[in-house]
Every structure is written in C-alpha cells, then in structure tokens.
C-alpha cells in the first residue's frame, strides 16, 4: 500500500467545495436567524464518505487513499471555514465586541479562545474526514 496523495487530492476537490458551498449556504441562512449548523453536521459526513467513496470508485483509490482524500476535503474546507470566519471578523462583518459581550468575556480572551478553536479543528478536522473517507471507501470497495 502506497499513498497517492496527488491523486487523492484531486478527488477530494470536489466534496471540499461541496464542504465549502454548504457551509456558505448555513452561514447565509444563519444570517437570516435560521441556524442550521447541527442539521448540516450529517450532510457534511455525508460529503465526507463521498470522498472516500468517489476516490476509490473513480480515482481507482484504496480503501486508506479514499480515506485520505476524505482527510483533505475535511482539512480544505476547514481552511476556508477559519479564514471565511477571520475575514469577517477583521471586517467587521461579525462584530468582536457583540461576540465577546455575548460570551461574557473580554475580545482578548474571545480571540484567544477562537484562536485555540481553529488550531483543534485544524488537527481534528482531518481525522473525521479520514473516518467517514474511510467508511465510504470501504462501501464502495463492497459494491
């Protein structure tokens, strides 16, 4: 078994911008006071096991590279999700001020704790996505 990160990552490209595009589509629906974020939890494990899935039906994966290429989608979309979150925040889109006055905290702890957020999610993100990568890999090895 040889891990084959180029490809890999060619077939998780399209379930990260299927991870990007519904955590978008939550966060402009959140916006509008329709908070979805626990619901879409399952849609994106969903995408996750596509990954694994797609990667060893159409990319001729393994069931450890479909796994990977779950890993990176997971890891891409959480990129996004953290810069798209920071963007906002420095722009003022999300007020750190509301955020902290809401969490009963000082902005400098808020930030501290986002801060320590993104870095756990960051190195957990890929290991959920290698999981559920792994749980389609090996239904597609089934079929």
Not at 86 to 113: E, F, H, K, R, T
């Amino acid at each position: 078994m040889k891990l084959d990160f180029k490809t890999a990552f060619k077939a998780a490209k399209m379930p990260a911008l299927a991870l990007i595009a519904v955590t978008i589509i939550v966060a402009v629906l959140g916006s509008f006071g329709l908070n979805l974020g626990i619901v879409s939890l399952p849609v994106q494990f969903i995408i996750l096991a596509y990954a694994g899935y797609n990667g060893v039906k159409a990319f001729k994966l393994d069931i450890v590279n479909g796994a990977v290429a779950g890993a990176i989608a997971s890891f891409l979309s959480m990129i996004f999700t953290i810069a798209a979150n920071l963007a906002l925040i420095l722009i003022g889109v999300v007020s750190l001020q509301v955020l902290a006055a809401q969490a009963d905290l000082p902005g400098d702890a808020l930030m501290a704790y986002l801060f320590i957020g993104y870095a756990i999610s960051l190195v957990f993100s890929p290991f959920i996505g290698f999981i559920f990568g792994a749980i389609g890999a090996y239904v597609a090895r089934k079929r």
